[in-house]
Each structure stands twice: as structure tokens, then as C-alpha cells.
């Protein structure tokens, strides 16, 4: 069986004066990737996609060099589109994030809707599964489109109960190809490069 291995990026370097989408990884979050780039269950990827967004670029050049397969960027895998706002701090963003997922087809603060955000990175997730058709397949992104990735692929309504765990990023969910089908919901990177098959 394929796989997509959707994997969130881990921490950042968060700075309220640089645009969200410039925030680099943090020296934890290089660490993070650079230690989970030998997890066995990476075996089988010949292929990494990300985000234009510089934290997902940078995991996913860690990986793309680790294990000397093909990095390519695909802009539709952003994130869900807050430049409304632009940055928040943690405790506006935690209440903005809730109203995003519980009110998926309103704008929550002029944000995309999280009903598009998901039909988006659905959309981009089967063509890139329809691209590549050997091998297994990593995207390094964002928690939030995750979540809704999951949504989608566990047949449930929108929903931050299947947000992923903590604050820091780092986590995976893993999906068969070419359905998108739940093999494991949320793992972290640790976890995941733990395990031995």
C-alpha cells in the first residue's frame, strides 16, 4: 500500500515584526527534522512536497537532503489564509483558531473559511497522489489544514478535537494513496522515529 505522510512542521522562530509566512524553524524544530529524517517510516518516500511558507520549506529541505530524494513546492499546501489578521498573539489566536474550526463555512475575522481551506488542500493532496505514482509520498505543512485533512480522510464534520496534539508542531498523519484513507491519525516526530516498522 502508498502512503502520504503528512507531516507539520515543527517549531518556529516567532517574530510579530517578520509576515507568519517568513517565520523560520526554531534551532528545536531544525533539530526535530534533521532527527526524524532517519525514521524508518520514511523508508519508502521518494518525494517531498511543502508549502511556500519558510517553515515548511525548511523541513522539507532537512528531509529532501537527508535522504536525497526530490523537494518540490506546491503553493496551494499554505496554510490557512490569516493575513487578515496577520500575527495574534496566543491567547487572540487560540480563541480565533476555536472559531475558525466550530464555524467552518463563516469567515472568522476575515480568515478562509475552514470548509475552503479543506476543500483546497484535499483538492492539492489528490493531484499530487495522482502526480506521483510510485513510491510513497511526504508533504510538510501546517497544523491547521491538517487537521482538516484529517477531517476529510476520517469521513467526520470539521472539528479541532482532530487538531493536532500540543503547540510546538512536529506531527504526522499518515493516509493511503490514492483514497486518503486514516492508516494513523496524529503521531509525533518522536514517536514516529522510534518505531521500527
Known amino acids: 500500500m502508498r502512503r502520504l505522510l503528512f507531516i507539520t512542521h515543527a517549531d518556529v522562530l516567532i517574530d510579530p515584526n517578520v509576515p507568519v509566512?517568513?517565520?523560520?524553524?526554531?534551532d528545536k524544530g531544525r533539530?526535530?527534522?534533521?532527527?526524524?529524517?532517519?525514521?524508518?517510516?520514511?523508508?519508502?518516500?521518494?518525494?517531498v512536497y511543502s508549502s511556500a511558507e519558510q517553515k515548511a520549506l525548511d523541513g522539507a529541505e532537512i528531509l529532501s537532503k537527508a535522504r536525497g530524494i526530490p523537494h518540490r513546492i506546491e503553493t496551494l499546501l499554505h496554510e490557512n489564509d490569516r493575513t487578515a489578521t496577520g500575527f495574534l498573539p496566543p491567547e487572540d489566536f487560540e480563541q480565533a483558531a476555536d472559531a475558525f474550526f466550530a464555524h467552518p463555512t463563516e469567515s472568522m475575522r476575515g480568515w478562509e473559511r475552514a470548509c475552503d481551506a479543506q476543500a483546497r488542500v484535499v483538492s492539492v493532496c489528490q493531484q499530487i497522489a495522482r502526480t506521483e505514482t510510485e513510491g510513497d509520498i511526504a508533504i510538510?505543512?501546517?497544523?491547521g489544514v491538517g487537521a482538516l485533512l484529517?477531517?476529510?480522510?476520517?469521513?467526520?464534520?470539521?472539528?479541532?478535537?482532530?487538531?493536532?496534539?500540543?503547540?510546538?508542531?512536529?506531527?504526522?498523519?499518515?493516509?493511503?494513496?490514492?483514497?486518503?484513507?486514516?492508516?494513523?491519525?496524529?503521531?509525533?516526530?518522536?514517536?514516529?522515529?522510534?518505531?521500527?516498522?
Open 21 to 26: 509566512e517568513r517565520w523560520p524553524l526554531n
Open 31 to 47: 533539530a526535530r527534522h534533521e532527527a526524524f529524517s532517519n525514521a524508518p517510516c520514511l523508508d519508502g518516500v521518494l518525494t
Open 140 to 143: 510538510v505543512g501546517h497544523g
Open 150 to 197: 484529517l477531517c476529510y480522510a476520517a469521513g467526520v464534520e470539521i472539528s479541532r478535537s482532530y487538531d493536532q496534539p500540543g503547540r510546538g508542531g512536529g506531527n504526522v498523519i499518515i493516509l493511503s494513496l490514492p483514497t486518503l484513507s486514516v492508516i494513523e491519525s496524529w503521531q509525533s516526530l518522536e514517536t514516529l522515529s522510534e518505531k521500527t516498522s
